[in-house]
């Protein structure tokens, strides 16, 4: 009973929440999961040339659920991007289940077009062969070292590129060593020899998409434990009959940040660009993306919403009218609901 009377009240609040706003009451939800609040700084990721903001979301929702409801497996509340749930080590359960449905490279097969509704459902439901790790053993943002800026996506495409079951040693080495330096520090040659005979041992087709796959989950050696996810939930911005659905749709985020808890937000990404989100010949511009909702304010008696994107942190991204804070960029409730294809939660 106490627990029906509570979820009346969270959804009451949730209603009053999408109509009107309250200084009070409109609070901002970014610690601790994704805010140092020692060095009151951000922790934002660099998704680079990728098209993996799904997996970057998703990797966003999963680390935010487990620190808050599985103290068990995640204990330390990050205070770096390396103590995140790695989007990369999520990418192979999705080549998995994609592979035989195509015969596209496992950078491209994992680029956009997969939603994060899916790619919560798959990571909810991972083999355990399937290791999901963190940030520090599978690196997955752009990052520099000595000076030179290292693109994820450019390092696995080039790996894919370059495979060869039979390649010699030293070439075999040179990658290996490229690869620990960078994106996957727990990777050794001994591991990759190990991954070719046992793919070789299995008489079926050697494909790039398992080679990479296997090497990324090879890197993980601590995996988290089998996780415990709730079911995705996820609220349309406009009815399937293509009828108005605000009223539910900003009850939806309000009752979750009110909560503590946050969301995938899947959009049109240009609109945070152009005030227009047209082109030159006055064509709407669509541009699908997908960052996550961490928090809400009142300023004005206005409802803003704070959208925290994978494109870094820096601001030059976005329209000069919005409010960005390293990478994260406060957006008004009218242009929210323009912009707004639809929500995934857990």
Known sequence: ??????????????????????????????????????????????????????????????????????????????????????????????????????????????????????????????????????????????????????DVLALLDNLELQYNPQTNDQILCQQVGLLNRTILPNLEVSDVVNILNQIQSTNKPITSINYISQVISESCKNPLPTLKLPEVKRVRRTNTDGSDNQEDFLAAIDQQLLSGSILALEYNGYLLESSEGLDAKGFPIEAPHVSTIVGRRCIDGESQYLIRNSYGPTCDFYLEELDCDEGNIWVPKELLLRMSRRVNYL
């Open 1 to 150: 009973m106490i627990r029906k009377i509570l979820l009346l009240t969270f959804f009451l609040q949730a209603q009053v929440f999408g109509q009107s706003c309250n200084p009070e009451n409109d609070r901002d939800h970014r610690r601790p999961t994704f805010y140092n609040e020692e060095t009151q700084t951000h922790i934002m990721r660099d998704q680079g040339d990728s098209g993996w903001c799904y997996a970057f979301s998703t990797a966003d929702l999963v680390t935010d659920y487990l620190y808050k409801n599985n103290p068990e497996i995640l204990t330390q509340t990050p205070e770096r991007e390396d103590q995140l749930i790695s989007p990369v080590s999520l990418l192979p359960a999705i080549a998995s289940f994609s592979e035989g449905q195509s015969d596209g490279r496992f950078t491209q097969m994992t680029e956009g077009g997969q939603v994060t509704q899916m790619m919560i459902d798959i990571v909810a439901s991972v083999d355990p062969r399937n290791r999901i790790c963190l940030e520090s053993e599978v690196r997955s943002s752009n990052f520099t070292i000595n000076g030179e800026e290292i």
